[in-house]
């Protein structure tokens, strides 16, 4: 009897050039279903640009993970973004499925680079861009990227 189902291997996925997620920041490909074939993650890299922020979204149906590893950042989160919370390099951040979000660098120098794993294993796909939760969070906040 022949099998129909593909073999699954390890592999190594080499760092790649960055691309521009719909959030607004820079993302470096690292494990999703495009590079390893991976059916239920995706892991990059995340690096937020001294002073910038993210556009607000949310992720459809798909948990978030994040280590950060350098720099320090802020997140509003919530259905209005009215709740707020800070991280710095070697805090792990959980964000839950479906929950709105906008993170944003606060310092002027540096960048935050962090670590992600998400339950997608499409990176992009389960992004939903939240523009009119955008204005909530600019006076006193990090500027947009």
């Given at each position: 009897m022949?099998?129909?189902?593909?073999?699954?291997?390890?592999?190594?996925?080499?760092?790649?050039?960055?691309?521009?997620?719909k959030?607004?920041?820079?993302?470096?490909?690292?494990?999703?279903a495009?590079?390893?074939?991976?059916?239920?993650?995706?892991?990059?890299?995340?690096?937020?640009?001294?002073?910038?922020?993210?556009?607000?979204?949310?992720?459809?149906?798909?948990?978030?993970?994040?280590?950060?590893?350098?720099?320090?950042?802020?997140?509003?989160?919530?259905e209005?973004?009215?709740?707020h919370?800070?991280?710095?390099?070697?805090?792990?951040?959980?964000?839950?499925?479906?929950?709105?979000?906008?993170?944003?660098?606060?310092?002027?120098?540096?960048?935050?680079?962090?670590i992600l794993?998400?339950?997608?294993?499409?990176?992009?796909?389960?992004?939903?861009?939240?523009?009119?939760?955008?204005?909530?969070?600019?006076?006193?906040?990090?500027?947009?990227a």
């Amino acid at each position: 009897m022949t099998s129909t189902m593909t073999t699954q291997t390890c592999r190594v996925i080499r760092g790649a050039e960055p691309f521009r997620g719909k959030q607004g920041l820079d993302y470096f490909t690292g494990i999703s279903a495009e590079s390893a074939g991976a059916s239920g993650i995706c892991m990059h890299m995340v690096t937020i640009p001294p002073g910038s922020r993210a556009n607000a979204h949310l992720h459809e149906d798909h948990e978030t993970a994040i280590y950060v590893v350098s720099g320090e950042a802020e997140m509003w989160f919530g259905e209005n973004l009215e709740e707020h919370l800070t991280m710095s390099a070697g805090d792990y951040l959980y964000i839950p499925a479906g929950v709105p979000h906008l993170p944003a660098n606060p310092h002027p120098t540096e960048p935050c680079v962090g670590i992600l794993a998400r339950t997608d294993p499409n990176e992009q796909e389960s992004v939903v861009l939240r523009p009119d939760l955008d204005a909530l969070r600019l006076p006193g906040s990090a500027h947009r990227a």
